[in-house]
């Protein structure tokens, strides 16, 4: 079906439109052969509008249920099915719904904003979009310490001081783009995964292990540029406190 109506120049995110959201940072445990156990493997996951549920009801957009602010979600997505079943390194799901993280402020349907194309989800209960988690940097804290969101945590996250970029950080990113947009220079030394992910991960059970990644180049090899960063804060962080954000990490605990 035809996509014809547009919220601030973005399409709607409706049932017919044909839209898609793709999210690479979808790390499950995935069982090779014996005798080595399940390891974390990287998937990319995929959702599609045309399973969108809890959609619009009275307001039809191209004669479709639309997707909505805090209400609607895909009913389940693909792309890791090779995995251990429930093995998500966050949120132990497989094939797991999506949701919206952001919607139009503007355009409303029913007293709610828009979903649109463009819009980031959270995919498969919270794979985050692209360029908020590096994929691989996910794999690289479950083998090196051993933080794969198999043990709750007790305590919520609160940012270290050991969490504020030092000059050793700054200096490891010196004359380096971008990692997200690749063309801006980077000046902030970006945490991957970001803290508050490592910290659910497992780092909220190992503390001082925990504070010792946070403050270590390793932690930080690349870098943001400044409106990349602040996408990103404005995503996984907490400083926030926005119901869009609570939502969001409600589903990484």
């Known amino acids: 079906m035809a996509l014809t109506v547009y919220a601030e120049g973005m399409g709607f995110f409706h049932k017919g439109s044909g839209g898609k959201g793709i999210a690479p940072g979808d790390v499950c445990l995935t069982p090779p052969p014996p005798p080595t156990g399940p390891v974390p493997v990287p998937y990319v996951n995929i959702c599609q509008a045309s399973d969108l549920a809890k959609g619009s009801s009275t307001v039809k957009i191209d004669g479709e249920p639309t997707a909505l602010e805090d209400k609607s979600e895909i009913s389940t997505s693909s792309g890791n099915e090779a995995a251990t079943q429930g093995g998500n390194v966050v949120t132990h799901k497989t094939k797991g719904k999506a949701v919206f993280t952001m919607w139009s402020h503007t355009v409303k349907a029913e007293g709610k904003g828009v979903c649109r194309h463009g819009d980031p989800m959270g995919q498969n209960c919270a794979t985050p979009p692209v360029g908020i988690i590096e994929p691989s940097a996910l794999v690289r804290v479950a083998a090196a310490y051993g933080w794969d969101?198999?043990?709750?945590?007790k305590n919520r996250y609160k940012r270290p001081s050991e969490g504020k970029p030092n000059d050793k950080q700054r200096a490891k990113i010196a004359g380096k783009k971008c990692w997200k947009c690749k063309w801006r220079n980077a000046t902030v030394p970006d945490h991957q995964p970001p803290l508050i992910v490592a910290w659910y991960l497992g780092g909220c059970n190992s503390i001082t292990q925990f504070k010792a990644w946070a403050k270590s180049t390793g932690a930080t090899s690349r870098g943001h540029c400044r409106p990349c960063s602040s996408k990103q804060g404005g995503t996984v962080?907490?400083?926030?406190?926005?119901?869009?954000?609570?939502?969001f990490l409600a589903k990484i605990k």
């Open 149 to 153: 969101g198999g043990t709750p945590c």
């Open 237 to 247: 962080s907490r400083r926030h406190g926005t119901a869009r954000v609570l939502k």
